[in-house]
């Protein structure tokens, strides 16, 4: 290639930068190349713009450089119908070979793509080469874009376009693929509606534990001086008393025997009476016991709270002498103050004599 073109030109020098380029960061949304017999004509590929009638289509075109490039605009045109552009006809845009007055050095040929990609969507309004499609009709388009290559030129500039072709094509499908998954994922990771919260009842803390203690406190006093035959534990002793429950003996009345129908009111009561009557002097010393155990937690259960500590009081007592000690140590501090304050005043008072006497004038003479 560079020797069929001159490698001193600054159009050459370019065009070979610019390829650099386009090789070295590809993007998602175009692919361009120069034709390898002539560098000035360059192929290049373009996906629809997202979320419009042309998603999903696959637009080929050619962009032809002047010799004076990059000082003069290049020029573009599309093979693929799109519906936005006539195929074979140099289109006219700010960027193009129609309006030079636009264009200007430091744009390159990635810049006139993604140029051309934001106009695909903007009405044509009579432009020259530009045309004005239905949505619809677009859509109907850009799926064949999408599914065939337009055939174009020499076998050289048909491989380039069918490659390239290929290329788009496998970005699409590659992103269409991380689309779905993303979706998938997102719906995966969505938590689901949070349930209504469960609202607790107002009740005061402090107050239930005190009720409480106050109702066990209350049942306890209650067993012990009113215990019931059926959960009373009967002592083992010689009364001859069975350990079951005292319902156990209680004959039935009315119909056969053995039938199982529910005792009477009269007949518990008689059966209840015998066993208070077989109640042995050991049982009675327990429930004894038991009511006097009811009644010192009842008594402690509503007893006022105690008297605070006599540390206060023991406290106060020694304040008086707390307060001599520290203004006996204030006092001393105050002396050894003032003895330091007499020494350094005779000190200064020495020294002034030595000084007098070593300027010959003797000791002077000191009024008290």
């Avoid at 105050?334 to 007499?342: N, R």
């Amino acid at each position: 290639m560079a020797a069929k073109f001159n490698a001193r030109s600054p159009a050459v020098k370019r065009i070979m930068q610019e390829m650099k380029e386009m090789q070295s960061s590809i993007s998602s949304d175009f692919i361009a190349e120069a034709l390898e017999s002539d560098i000035f004509e360059w192929h290049f590929v373009i996906r629809g713009p997202p979320e419009t009638e042309f998603e999903g289509g696959i637009y080929h075109g050619r962009v032809l450089l002047p010799p004076e490039y990059p000082f003069k605009p290049p020029a573009f045109m599309m093979l693929t119908p799109s519906g936005r552009f006539e195929t074979n006809v140099k289109i006219c845009l700010s960027i193009s070979s129609h309006h030079p007055e636009h264009w200007q050095p430091s744009w390159s040929i990635r810049t006139a793509l993604t140029a051309l990609i934001a106009f695909m969507p903007s009405p044509g309004q009579g432009a020259l080469g530009s045309l004005d499609y239905t949505k619809e009709e677009r859509k109907k388009l850009a799926l064949r874009a999408r599914q065939t290559a337009p055939t174009f030129g020499s076998p050289e500039r048909q491989r380039v376009i069918d490659e390239m072709h290929q290329r788009m094509l496998t970005q699409l499908q590659a992103s269409s693929l991380q689309v779905s998954a993303s979706s998938s994922a997102s719906t995966l990771l969505d938590p689901a509606t949070p349930t209504e919260p469960v609202t607790a009842t107002d009740v005061d803390p402090v107050a239930y534990a005190s009720n409480d203690t106050e109702r066990d406190g209350q049942a306890l006093f209650d067993a012990s001086v009113n215990p019931k035959p059926a959960s009373y534990p009967f002592p083992a002793s010689s009364s001859g008393l069975d350990q079951r429950s005292s319902t156990a003996n209680i004959p039935v009345t009315g119909g056969e025997p053995g039938e199982n129908k529910a005792p009477t009111t009269n007949s518990i009561a008689a059966n209840y009476h015998d066993v208070l009557e077989g109640l042995s002097s050991e049982s009675k010393e327990q429930t004894t016991d038991k009511t006097a155990q009811a009644s010192l937690l009842s008594t402690s259960l509503h007893a006022p709270a105690p008297a605070p500590a006599a540390s206060a009081s023991v406290m106060y007592q020694q304040a008086p002498a707390a307060a001599a000690a520290a203004a006996s140590a204030s006092d001393h501090g105050l002396t050894i103050l003032a003895l330091l304050l007499s020494m350094g005043i005779a000190a200064i008072l020495v020294r002034k004599a030595f000084l007098v006497f070593d300027q010959g004038e003797g000791f002077p003479e000191f009024e008290l």
